[in-house]
Every structure is written in structure tokens, then in C-alpha cells.
């Protein structure tokens, strides 16, 4: 196909600061869900390990694994009672080993989820800590006497009644847990806790770990004297972010952070969440400062969390956007639609209905992996798999909808209307097990699963995928094949076309090789992008989500709905 062309180049901005770790395409696991090899119906390292060439053939260069350490499972995971074991039930270190050795021969990364603002209160620290007021450990975390009063309101994203603080009897004393009761905050502001963070850092880079992704960094400095905070932080747990983030010491951590352990090793950290602004984003990963490598902001997958208001394209591109443009000279972000605390993206941004879901994902995917920044592929979305929206309570298993559901009893919520909420939002909907094929457990295990698999595992899962050469497994590896091949899709600037379309979002991603024009039809109906707007150049089309030829007719390109094409000039 050709097609005229487009203003290339302009205001181009090409990174020189090229580093592997921008290059890289990370595929996220979410180890319990992806591969059970014991028959016990919960995901383990073996069965990653078993898994280790459909990784490599996906096509992403890099791995992040939710947390594999020892842990009670409090919150899955995100609780660790040992930071240099791994859990029983995903393996042993020999595993890890194993797992590491098999990723690095295939040329695959790794990244290892670092759970520092908190640890579990089975961890031998808290042990030590609450056993009393004068034990070493006991300013490892923060601690309020209770003959002090009830110190002031904190909100805890997991407690049952909302609250941060915890009265513990044993010392008299209540202590800090930002996530639930049994995930108590380390006290960052001792540099004991901070050396013990240090070395365990070391003691995973030293196994030869890549990368870091630090889990709820931003809340790790806190101002200890807890003052009262306002009323709109009282009501509202939506100003968590700005009063529990970027707490007055963070940068001198991470700096510390840089110098003990960065600087030392070929790593780079990734910091889950950056502040509540550009300014804050920035502090946090601009390279003079010697702190991160890169963040994850949360607007992409808060974008107007509401049932009855789903996002629109133009909320869509109008974000991202502005943040590509916020990182347009300086800085690096990351670039994700999903994870293990968000509903799956095809449900959450497009259309997730049996007619539309596979082109409304591989639409999502070609952005992923066409945007600037590094691009983290949540396990499953390559094959396109959707929310499972629970309808009832006993069926869920995340802390987050049970105690939620605590809370909003507790509050007197309208519970239908939490249920409904429930449906779309809870994280269990991308945490259901990995559909390898149609068989009863979904390939993912020889008994029941630990929590339920999908029933359109008969229709959408890997076995069915890798035999349709246009299937959502294909198209994701056509994308990442593109993209690995091409460094003008990881630094070359991006220039969004047609602001003001309502179902289309188109782009250019340019530097002085190549140029790439990206069309994304939002929509589930025909969408026409009018090519007189572009001049000069012939253009190919090179990945295209329809097996159809789009030819243009009279100067347009006419796109079907959900249609998303990747186009090159030539
Ligand atoms: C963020 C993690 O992504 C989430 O899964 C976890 O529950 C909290 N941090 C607490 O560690």
C-alpha cells in the first residue's frame, strides 16, 4: 500500500542517552497464576522454568516477577518474612538459580520485585520489634506509645476499617502499616534499615539479578512526627499519593540507594509510583541525579476509574501524551496498561466482548510497543485474556476485595453498588491463571487452580493462538519483533496527529532513519483517516490487526472497528 506522507521530523528530539534498560521489553509474571508444575494448583518457578521458550518466544527481553520470598501470603506475596529465601511453595533457591541461569542463556533479563516501605510482622525484625520497647529492632519501625494518645489518622489501603495504626498490646504501643496489619512500615529514617535494604539488594545483585522494581517506594520517607493532616485527607483515600508520597527525605535514600548498590552493579530500579507530578517524576529519575533509572506513574491505569464513565480515546491519547511530552528531552518512564493490581487492559480500555476483544487487544499491544518509553507486558495480555468480574464475595481471594469489602460494611456502603465496582476493578480479574489451552484447568494445572480460571479459556488461550498466524499471540510477537528491531520506536520522537478525533488515535514515531505512523481506531465502528494531511513520502504498511488489505480510497484509509496498523515510510 502507499500512501502519501507526513511532516517528518519536525521538532524532532532524538534521545542520545541510549541505555539497555530502555531498550528492553519487560514481560510481567504474576508467579502464582502463570505455571503450576507440582500439581498443588499454584504457580511456581519450575513451571516458569518449564515456560522459559515461549518467554523467548514472545519476544521480550526482559522479565519482572512479582515477589517469590518467603512470605505468610498475607497479600500474596508483598509481605516478606525472609528477603534471602524463597517461598516453599514457588520453589528453592536452587530453582532461582535455575530460573536466572535460563533466562541469561536465552539473553532474557531479569527483574526482581523489591518490597522495602514494609516487611511482613512475621519477618524476625517486627518479631524483635514488638516483643519490646527496648529491643534492638525496635526502631526499625515506627512506633507510637500509647501514652502519648491515639497518634493522628493515617489511612492503610488494606485494613479492614481503613486505619494505619495498629495498637499492639504487647508494648503498648501502636505501629504504622500503610497496607494491611500484617505488612508493618520499615522506618526508612534509620540508617540500620536502610544498610539491611542495601544488602539485600547487593546480596541479588551479586546473584546477578538486572533490575529492580521497587514496590510502593514512594511511601518509604515519612514525616515521623505524624502531624494532623487535613480534613480532605481524611475523606478521601484518593490523597493517599500526595500525602503519603514522596515523603522530605526520599531523594537522600536514593541517592544513598545509588551509591551503596546502583552505581556498583549493571542494574537499574524502577520505582512503582512517581510523586503527584511531573516535577515529582522527574526528581526521581532525571540521570544527573544519580537516583532511579525509571517510574511508573499510575494516571495511565487510574484514567477515570469509574463504572459508568469509562475512558475515552481522547482521555486516552490526551494522557499519554502529555506525559511522553513531560519526558520528551529528559527522564524515562515506563509504559504499562496492566498489572497484578489493575483489571485486565482489553476490558478496562477497549471492548472486551467475544466480537471485538482480539483486535480491541492487539490494538493495545501496538501501543505498548510502539510508545516511547519501556513497555511492561502484563503475562496474558499477549493472548488477550479479559476481566473475570467475580460476581460474589467468596469467590474473590485479594486482601484488597476482602478486607474492602469489610470496610465498606463497616462504613455502611451501598454494597451493591461496591459489588459493581468490585467487578471491574477488583485485581483478582488479572490474576486469574494463565489459559494454555481449553483443557478443564487451562493447561496452568493438573487440579483446581487456586483461584477459578476463566471459562473463555476454550476460546482465547496459547495452544489455539500459535496455530492462527493472525492471532493476538502472533500480532504480539510481529510487535515485539518490530520493536526490538528498531531503536526508532524506543527513542524517536513521538508527535501526535488528529488532537481532537474522538475514536482516533494516531502517531508518528520518528528519528533521522526511519519514521513510523501508528493509527489506533478506538472504536467499534469504520473510522476514516484522511491522508491528505500528509505529503511527500510512500508509505508501507507493515503490522496490520485485520488480515485485510486496507487500500486507499480517494486520499483516505478507511480502519474497521478496533482496527490498529502500524505503517512505515519508505
Ligand atoms: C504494590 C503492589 O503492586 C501491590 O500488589 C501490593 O499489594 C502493595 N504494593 C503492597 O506491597
Redesign the pocket.
Known sequence: MTLNATQKGANRVVSDGRKWWKEQIIYQIYPRSFKDSTGNGIGDLRGIINQLDYIKNLGVTAVWINPIYASPND?NG?DISDYRAILPEFGSMHDFDELLAGLHSRNIKFVMDL?VNHTSDEHYWFEQSRSSRDNPYRDYYHWWPAEQGKPNFRWSYFDEKGEAWKYDKQTDAYYLHY?SQK?PDLKWENPKVRQEVFDIMKFWAEKGVDGFRL??FQFVSKDTSFPDLPESYKKDLSEVIKYHGMGPNIHEYLREMYNEVLSKYDVFAVS?GAGSSFEDAHDLVDEERNELQMAYHFEGVDLKKSVDNPPTCLDFKSLHTKWDKSFAHKGWISIFLAN??CPRMVSRFTNDSPKYREFASKLLNTFLLTMRGTPYCYFGDEIGMTNISFKDISEYQDIAAINGYKKAIHNNEDMTEFMRELTVFSRDNSRTPMQWDDTENAGFSDVQPWLKVNENKNVINVQLQNSMPNSVLNHFRNLTKLRNESSTLVYGEYELLLPEHESLYAYTRTDDNNQYLIILNFSNSEQVFDLSMLSGNQYEMIINSHSVNNHEINGELHLLPFQSVVIMVV
Open positions: 497479600d508483598y518490597v497496607f505488612q514496590d510502593a512503582e497484578h493490581d
